[in-house]
């Protein structure tokens, strides 16, 4: 076996009961009632407890919360169109079952730990969560077992709450257990990666560790990139997410600079993009949200203090990023005064909330800071979003939606979130409309961020 290498598993088929898939874990076969459990039901692990469903595998889905198991049974949760009908057919399945008790994880052959990684008010990593569920797997660990973490992190993660834990429960790694880290690289609300065929990269902790959890993987995705390692894995998604946001600061500075000089940023990005090499359109916005840009580049920060390696572009990079949401705010007030008018008690709508179109997600989204921002200065804010009835800002001022922004009468629309459902008919030709989108609207007072 080579290192550093692809594997793309064998063309898979459709069948009724799912796909037929001849790739098996080595322990699978060992008495397990489980072939895999997914610890952590959100975003990436119900996705993926799901595509290992489709895959004709024994799925146990777990999570703490009795709230997110009711809302999964239900059929609540926020999923892609494929996922919902795939979740329809698990409910009904005997080989899908969802459980809040950590016993049952002694039950499945592999079990994958899927759960949220953020950093806290002051930009730290917040391992709680992580902790919990790590703890959680060791604990219940038990012979013949493949236990992945997909959870970004550190450098080192792995090795700390997996590999020296179960060691120090008497376990051998590559012989009785087998430890692996493998990214999660799913996009939410983007239907046209499905996550299934997005390739994979995987680090064990031994030889055979990577071997077993490469089998494992190979259940459902299309193809796996193995590393040497777990810390070359765990550093690929980091770099992955790290490219982005140094590369989305360098967009929002530079659709400034466009706007300074009378040039449609879009028009500049969308020009240069048919440069078929060495260039990657990235797009300007009001920030940065969701679970991965924000907060995944803190934690490969946080390490490099500690062990004192400068990172300036990259540092500076997230200043900026953190800062666009207040610019948003400045771009408002100074839009306001060109019109003659001021911040205070004008009313504002903000259009869009979530942190990325056709997502009912609100984490790290940055129309809560812009929001708050306008508030501060006086102005009087609304919001419409299809997809929240409500929501609670950081300085803890509550917003109920409106239903119809024609009625709200606004001096100024704030194009923040445009989702496919956007009706933006009722925008009057003499109302201001500031398009943080740079491409979301073409209405006579329009001006870009």
């Not at 692990?45 to 595509?51: I, N």
């Not at 994958?112 to 919990?132: A, F, M, Q, R, Y």
């Not at 990023?321 to 007030?333: E, F, G, K, L, Y």
Request: proline fraction near 6%.
């Amino acid at each position: 076996m080579t290192t550093f290498d692809s594997i793309t598993r064998p063309q898979r088929t459709e069948e009724a009961e799912g796909w037929s898939v001849p790739v098996q874990p080595a322990a699978a076969a060992s008495g397990f009632e489980f072939d895999v459990a997914i610890v952590g039901l959100g975003y990436v692990g119900l996705p993926t407890a799901l595509a290992y469903h489709g895959s004709n595998s024994r799925v146990l889905a777990l999570d703490v919360s009795e709230r997110r198991i009711d809302v999964i049974r239900s059929q609540q949760a926020d999923l892609l169109e494929v996922d919902q009908a795939r979740l329809s057919i698990a409910l009904d399945h005997p080989g899908f079952t969802l459980s809040t008790n950590p016993d049952d994880l002694s039950r499945a052959a592999a079990v994958i730990v899927c759960v949220p990684t953020p950093v806290d008010e002051h930009l730290i990593p917040d391992l709680s969560i992580l902790k919990g569920a790590t703890a959680m797997v060791v604990d219940h660990a038990v012979a013949g077992q493949v236990l992945m973490l997909t959870s970004t992190s550190y450098v080192g993660c792995t090795d700390d709450l997996l590999v020296k834990p179960l060691m120090e429960r008497g376990f051998t790694i590559g012989s009785d257990v087998f430890v692996a880290f493998s990214a999660e690289r799913i996009d939410p609300g983007n239907a046209s990666f499905d996550h299934d065929e997005v390739p994979r990269v995987v680090g064990g902790a031994t030889a055979e560790c990577e071997e077993e959890a490469t089998k494992l993987l190979l259940r459902y995705v299309t193809n796996v990139h193995r590393v040497r390692s777990l810390a070359a894995a765990e550093m690929t998604k980091l770099l992955e997410n790290t490219f982005r946001a140094v590369n989305i600061a360098l967009a929002n500075e530079f659709a400034d600079i466009c706007r300074s000089l009378d040039l449609n940023p879009a028009d500049v990005v969308d020009a240069a993009a048919t440069k078929p090499y060495g260039f990657m359109p990235f797009l300007a916005g009001p920030g940065v949200g969701g679970h991965c840009i924000p907060c995944d580049p803190h934690y490969l920060l946080w390490q490099l203090r500690k062990q004192r390696v400068a990172a300036p572009m990259i540092t500076q990079a997230m200043v900026e990023i953190a800062a666009r949401p207040n610019r948003v705010v400045d771009r408002v007030q100074e839009v306001l005064s060109g019109a003659g008018s001021g911040m205070m008690g004008t009313r504002v709508l903000v259009i869009g909330i979530s942190y990325k179109p056709d997502v009912a997600d609100l984490r790290e989204s940055p129309a809560l800071e812009i929001l708050d921002g306008l508030i501060e200065r006086g102005a009087t804010v609304a919001f419409v979003d299809d997809h929240f009835d409500d929501v609670t800002l950081p300085s803890g001022a509550h917003l109920t939606a409106i239903t119809d922004p024609g009625a709200f009468q606004a001096e100024l629309v704030l194009l923040h979130t445009r989702h496919s459902s956007t009706d933006l008919t009722w925008i009057e030709p003499h109302q201001l409309v500031l398009d943080t989108t740079y491409r979301g609207v073409d209405v006579p007072q329009r001006v870009i961020l």
